[in-house]
């Protein structure tokens, strides 16, 4: 079982940037592949960021070289920096935790962020 709980959305102008944080609870928090979704009304959800076990990260296109995802698995953190914001990165976002073996996949509640002038 893990919980998580998401913090930092807000409104931020153009060029602006965020940090997104997800705080984790459970004791298995460092086997789980974790990753950043958004989704905004009428549109699927789409993987941002992932990260793994030991660090190796993958982005979408979209998001590359103004995104970080980054882990602390001794603190249970998982965090999305965010830099350069577009307005077409206004969307919720949600922390994922997801583990393969035993198909197990949780979420947080959703962080808003808006980006516009």
């Known amino acids: 079982q893990v919980q998580l709980v998401e913090s930092g959305g807000g409104l931020v102008q153009p060029g602006g940037s965020l940090r997104l944080s997800c705080a984790a609870s459970?004791?298995?928090?460092?086997?789980?592949?974790m990753g950043w979704y958004r989704q905004v009304p009428g549109n699927e959800r789409e993987l941002v960021a992932s990260?793994?076990?030991?660090?190796?990260?993958n982005y979408v296109d979209s998001v590359k070289g103004r995104f970080t995802i980054s882990r602390d698995n001794a603190k249970n953190t998982v965090n999305l920096q965010m830099n350069s914001l577009k307005p077409e990165d206004t969307a919720v976002y949600y922390c994922?935790?997801?583990?393969?073996?035993?198909?197990?996949?949780?979420w947080g509640q959703g962080t808003q962020v808006t980006v516009s002038s």
């Open positions: 994922n935790a997801y583990r393969y073996s035993s198909r197990s996949n949780y």
């Open positions: 459970g004791r298995f928090f460092s086997t789980y592949l």
């Open positions: 990260i793994t076990s030991s660090g190796s990260t």
